[in-house]
């Protein structure tokens, strides 16, 4: 019986990992924010200037300072108090690009699924469906998460991962990738120090992705 109680539980309850970057306090490019949002694509875009919507189509690629997004299509709202939710879904064999650089010098934050969701209120990013999400020193990638669901706040710069059958992984798991951080050697001692543990929390401030999305 509590071994069909405890499956049955798992069943219900997302598998939910909130992760702290271990490259320290870091945060996301700051200046991005009070930067124009420059909106370009192949096919065609139609603005809708009374319900403050634009919607792209055809390789539409979206920047914001340090930030780029790479889609098929985007779907921008303005909200009534001045700030933009993009919905971005991919192509077969293509899916939703996003970068953003670190206020570390060459660092920063990549990654890709099937859809994106982008709040410049909120600052986060949620990555749906096969979502990978690394965050990158120069070409090198130091840390690497992947899911069916990632959601990245790049405030706090703290991620919130969930299984589920869209995650890229062998039965639905979500999966971490965390890289020593580099300790310059001690000059006094001549060996370098313990890579310091990635602090793990739970987080309960995930949502399921919106119908339609």
């Given at each position: 019986?509590?071994?069909?109680?405890?499956?049955a539980m798992l069943q219900r309850l997302p598998l939910l990992i909130a992760l702290a970057l271990a490259a320290g306090p870091a945060l996301a490019e700051k200046g991005d924010?009070?930067?124009?949002?420059?909106?370009?694509?192949?096919?065609q875009g139609r603005l809708d200037a009374v319900n403050q919507?634009?919607?792209?189509?055809?390789?539409v690629i979206i920047t914001q300072g340090s930030l780029t997004l790479r889609a098929e299509q985007v779907d921008v709202r303005a909200t009534p108090d001045g700030y933009y939710q993009a919905?971005?879904?991919?192509?077969?064999?293509?899916?939703?690009?996003?970068?953003q650089a670190r206020d570390l010098p060459?660092?920063?934050?990549e990654?890709?699924?099937?859809?994106?969701e982008y709040d410049t209120k909120t600052e986060t990013v949620r990555f749906i469906?096969?979502?990978t999400v690394r965050r990158t020193r120069g070409t090198?990638?130091?840390?690497?998460?992947?899911?069916?669901?990632?959601?990245?706040?790049?405030?706090?710069?703290?991620?919130?991962?969930?299984?589920?059958?869209?995650?890229?992984?062998?039965?639905?798991?979500?999966?971490?990738?965390?890289?020593?951080?580099q300790v310059p050697e001690s000059p006094a001692s001549g060996a370098a120090s313990a890579p310091s543990a990635l602090p793990l929390q739970p987080s309960t401030t995930i949502t399921p992705p919106r119908k339609g999305s």
């Open positions: 019986m509590a071994c069909n109680f405890r499956a924010r009070a930067k124009p949002m420059v909106f370009t694509a192949d096919k919507r634009t919607e792209l189509i055809g390789n919905f971005a879904h991919g192509a077969a064999g293509r899916p939703v690009n996003f970068r060459g660092e920063a934050i990654g890709v699924a099937d859809q994106l469906g096969n979502a090198t990638v130091a840390d690497e998460v992947t899911g069916a669901v990632i959601v990245y706040n790049s405030r706090t710069e703290v991620f919130a991962l969930e299984g589920g059958q869209a995650s890229p992984n062998p039965s639905g798991r979500v999966r971490m990738v965390l890289m020593p951080r």
